[in-house]
């Protein structure tokens, strides 16, 4: 038999509780983004070099945070190919040899004209506008500082109309991957005279965009990445050492090679050069 007393059970007992959790989650997510998004921008902008390895330590005392979202900011970077994680021995900003940036450069001469193809029929007025603007900026530029950013987010905003988020994010995730070489390549090849200059591959594409013509778009950003890809194997190959005499050869066997080429150094310390 009751005797009128109301059970109303500990399920109701404490909300401000759980909203307290629920806050705490938010802002451990929140940091999480703004960790990844400081990394990302030094990454991109040079200021963190390849190989260069990150502490989780180190993050979380500069970010006031504890490890968790310093690993789920890193993890995430890992994701989109800018830092590597290995069990037991930390993580590192993600380096690819001359080699495999041509291979990536390879791959890319087949993803990027089929992103255009999508994008291009897709782009709004307003999309056109921003792209011309942004090749206009392109055009006066003083520095690759400035010219890299600048570049990647022409390209990238041609692509993103295409409805193939898999298709774009890989895109991006290769983009990443070659940043430091598409640096220097800027750098010793198309700016070797000085900033600002103009692409004329930037005003023939920009022509086939603002005429909708999707094939014209994607035969010139085929031709584009692939010029890229001509020159730096030419810089490659001149920069390539001459084959050793044999006296520096049994010098090479006697000298044990390293065990992981791109293995980061030790220092645990500040890895943010500027």
Known sequence: MSDGSVDDGPVEARPARAGEVVRT??????????????????????????????????????????????????????????????????????????????????????????????????????????????????????????YIPLDREFHLKTYSRAPMPHLRDMIERYWNSTQHFRRWFVKDSLARDGLPFSDPQHLMLMEAIRSRDADAASSLVRLHIRRTRLLIETMVNAATPAPATPAR??????????????????????????
Do not use: C
């Open 25 to 146: 989650e938010e802002d451990g997510r929140l940091l999480s983004v703004r960790i990844a998004d400081e990394i990302r921008r030094a990454v991109l902008d040079g200021e963190m070099l390849p190989g260069t390895r990150v502490g989780q330590e180190w993050l979380a005392a500069k970010f006031g945070a504890s490890r968790i979202p310093v690993r789920e900011a890193l993890r995430q970077l890992q994701s989109e190919g800018l830092v590597v994680l290995a069990p037991n021995r930390g993580g590192w900003i993600a380096d690819v040899t001359s080699q495999e940036s041509i291979e990536v450069y390879k791959i890319r001469e087949v993803l990027e004209p089929l992103a255009i193809f999508e994008s291009v029929p897709r782009l709004t007025d307003e999309d056109i506008a921003s792209l011309e603007a942004t090749m206009r900026r392109l055009e006066r530029v003083g520095s690759v500082q400035e």
């Open 249 to 274: 050869r049994r010098i090479r066997r006697e000298t044990p090679e390293p065990q992981t080429p791109h293995e980061p150094p030790t220092d645990p310390g500040n890895p943010f050069t500027a």
